[in-house]
């Protein structure tokens, strides 16, 4: 799982578990544990304790975390169209 992979599941869904992002894009627990912690040591995402139980621990993006994803797209996105527009010639 890449970087940029993690940073926009956070930002479309919110904040996450470790174990709903692993179920829900069938990757390891492992593999998700170490692109979070990466992402944490980056500032990208932050870890909060739930407030339903406060044993465990959701992920949220961070303000550096949206500008991150938000250069990622100014980036890529003119590649993404233009790929798209190949692709249905």
């Known amino acids: 799982m890449t970087t940029t992979l993690s940073l926009d599941q956070l930002r479309e869904r919110g904040d996450a578990f470790n174990t709903e992002i692993s179920r829900e894009y069938g990757l390891s627990l492992s593999t998700v544990l170490f692109r979070a912690n990466r ?5 990208h995402l932050e870890r909060v304790t739930n407030p339903g139980d406060g044993r465990s621990f959701l992920l949220r993006l961070t303000g550096a975390g949206h500008k991150v ?9 003119p590649h993404i169209v233009v790929a798209i527009a190949i692709s249905i010639r």
């Open 39 to 43: 992402n944490v040591e980056l500032g």
């Open 69 to 77: 994803w938000a250069a990622a797209g100014e980036v890529f996105m």
